[in-house]
């Protein structure tokens, strides 16, 4: 067997092993070798190289690719990277003509071609990722539609909401993240291919071809841009950081609502682990994991940010670090995703404890507050009437519901019987605004959620 004629410089082993990516970056040997396919395409196309050789190329290509995919290719270190290995594997199986696939083509555009390639289809995985939770999410609300829970703000019970309009919040943040995605997927969706090492290549090459063979909608406008932009990389990882941040704030209310102190649900027990000293537990771990991946994802991003930062144009090695971090935040990310939709599915709500909670009506002293401007006195001295009131309540240990009329009337004259026809219901009821917690406008919210969640 002939060994190929690539050469690399670096002869310190300890300085090659410090710069080979060839351990992370043959996760990319597919969008490598369809990259390389659709060029030799082009080069035969164009006539730079023969009809046969692009044939000969190819076929060689394609078996390479099999034996990556049935694990008997031997990834070398001494090679450095990806493209490496793969044309010195070439090489080994068709003899010089391999050393014509690299005309018109630079490992700074060939790698450029492979990220964007690599992150497109990420892109589309994990928008889909992000739609199936959702799903979940809907299902959960829609067979919930009539639990009222307190609403919370400063983590202190604030007014009564839906607990399908909640869990909608959420619903809307996702599709905020798929939205970034889309956006982030139109600024990948460019072919960097033919900007050579950087100032572009001196062959009468086709473009517009080979985007169209890898199904790219354009081509890049500056080669010293197209060889040193990461961009691409950048924004998938701050959409991927806003997305788990929405992640890590529905783990966090679901640790706190599966607690003993809130119970409003539970998670199913293929979730939750038990511990192995205290036999009543059943830790959330899914959810705390999902909150507390957060961390590496942010990390990633400020990483890539940090290597970028100054970098002189074009290509620099530096560049090289971009591929860990990743892809430690797509799998990172879509595994997250994936194990919380399958937690949230096992999902039980507790109905009774919900309830429970509200048992002393505080929740709603914005009602009580409203029913007063509604009998003419402003909101600020209704405010103050309705402080004064649970104040009152409180220091006597009942709820709004079980005053007397004699006590409600000390505060205003203007209480009335009706004073007593406010509910939790009645309270959701009323806010029937856009976007509002009544049912009416949650039942239009869920069939809007089911539409954009539809595979
Ligand atoms: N392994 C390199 C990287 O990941 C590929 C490009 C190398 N180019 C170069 N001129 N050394 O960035």
Do not use: V
């Given at each position: 067997m002939k060994s190929s004629p690539i050469k690399l410089s670096m002869t310190d082993k300890q300085a090659r092993d410090y710069g080979a990516s060839i351990p992370f970056d043959r996760r990319l040997y597919r969008q490598d070798i369809e990259g390389s396919i659709a060029h030799a395409r082009m080069l035969a196309k164009q006539e730079i190289i023969a009809g046969g050789e692009a044939a000969v190329i190819i076929k060689g290509l394609d078996s390479i690719r099999k034996e990556i995919e049935r694990g008997r290719f031997q990834f070398r270190t001494e090679l450095e990277d990806i493209h490496m290995n793969i044309e010195a594997r070439l090489f080994e199986k068709?003899?010089?003509?391999?050393?014509?696939?690299?005309?018109?083509?630079?490992r700074n555009d060939q790698m450029a071609l492979d990220l964007r390639l690599f992150v497109k289809e990420e892109i589309l995985k994990t928008v889909d990722k992000i739609r199936a939770l959702q799903a979940v999410l809907v299902e959960l609300a829609g067979a919930n539609k009539d639990v009222i829970m307190p609403g919370y703000t400063h983590l202190q019970q604030a007014q009564p909401v839906l607990l399908a309009h909640h869990l909608l919040a959420y619903f809307e943040m996702f599709q905020r993240d798929k939205e970034r995605f889309h956006d982030c997927l139109g600024r990948t969706d460019v072919m960097p291919l033919g900007s050579g090492a950087l100032g572009g290549v001196p062959y009468h090459i086709d473009r517009e071809f080979v985007a169209q063979e890898l199904g790219f909608s354009k081509v890049s406008t500056n080669s010293l841009d197209a060889v040193s932009d990461r961009d691409f990389i950048i924004e998938y990882e701050a959409a991927a950081a806003i997305t788990i941040m929405h992640l890590s704030r529905l783990a966090e209310e679901l640790v706190l609502w599966s607690s003993n102190e809130f119970g409003f649900i539970k998670i199913g027990e293929a979730f939750t682990t038990g511990s192995s000293i205290m036999p009543q537990k059943k830790n959330p771990d899914v959810a705390e994991l999902a909150r507390g991946k957060t961390g590496r994802v942010y990390g990633h991003l400020m990483g890539m940010l940090t290597i970028m930062k100054s970098l002189p144009l074009a290509y620099n090695r530096d560049m090289q670090e971009d591929k860990e971090g990743l892809f430690d935040t797509v799998d990172t990310l879509q595994a997250s995703l994936a194990v919380s939709a399958g937690m949230i599915k096992t999902i039980k709500i507790n109905a009774g404890r919900i309830a429970q909670a509200m048992k002393t009506d505080y929740v709603l002293a914005t009602d009580l507050a409203d029913y007063l401007v509604k009998k003419g006195l402003p909101f600020r001295r209704a405010h103050g009437v309705v402080a004064r009131l649970s104040e009152y309540a409180m220091s006597k240990g009942k709820s709004f519901r079980e005053l007397g009329r004699k006590e409600y009337r000390e505060f205003s004259p203007l209480f009335a019987g009706d004073v007593y026809d406010i509910t939790l219901a009645s309270s959701v009821v009323a806010r029937n605004v856009a976007g509002g917690t009544s049912p009416q406008q949650v039942a239009k919210a869920l069939r809007r959620a089911r539409r954009l969640t539809k595979k």
């Open positions: 068709i003899g010089e003509t391999a050393g014509k696939l690299h005309t018109a083509r630079s």
